[in-house]
């Protein structure tokens, strides 16, 4: 086994395993955490960390090959989704009404009113 | 190494499910039901690599495509109670009620 190779084979296992540890790592404080509010950031440990090293490991095991640019434009796209959707779900939920249950520093975000929806509040504006 | 990784993936997947079907309220579940299906691309990705077989990551790039599309729509769903065009009401309805 040459240097090069196992440098690639180092560097890979060391990517996927911390991606792979990061995954765990959020996975178990969506189950442990106390409110969706705190879930919220460990779902972002997931999408952000966890995919990025996932998938760097991969692409360094796959070479300068077609499947390394498959997985860097999964990897992009993920990376946009990923904060996308969590800001979809946070924003639904804040404008349903939930709001987070503990917290002394958070009285005014606990006692703010719900906003209202983008619609109703463009028809209102457009009136 | 790519078995440990589609071991801890495999737990991982496991571990957000039961988030799913315990989930307090409707938006922890979408949450959660996000991540799984982040999760599950990567896993089908693993699972190329596992099997020698990397034709996997096309699959796993339409799965990519219809978890975020999806998850847009549940959301839509619950907050306007309609896929489709938002029906819109008068806007003096609207300010009046």
Known sequence: MS???????VLSWGFILSGSAFLLIGAFGVLRFPDFWSRLHAVSVMDSAGVILLLIGMAI??????????LIIIGIFLFIT???ATHAVANAAFVSGLRPKEGEGLK?????????PEAKKQAVEAS | MFAVA?????IAMVIVLIRVFRGETLYDRVLAVNAFGTITVLFIGVLGFLMERPDFLDIAMLYALINFVGTIAILKFFRYRAIGDIPRKDPEEEAAG
């Open chain 1, 108 to 116: 005014s975000i606990i006692d703010a009113p719900a906003p209202q």
């Open chain 1, 3 to 9: 240097g090069l190779e196992l440098l690639v084979e």
């Open chain 2, 6 to 10: 589609a071991i801890a993936l495999l």
């Open chain 1, 61 to 70: 095991q796959a070479g300068p090959t077609l499947i390394a640019v498959k």
């Open chain 1, 82 to 84: 990923g904060p996308t």
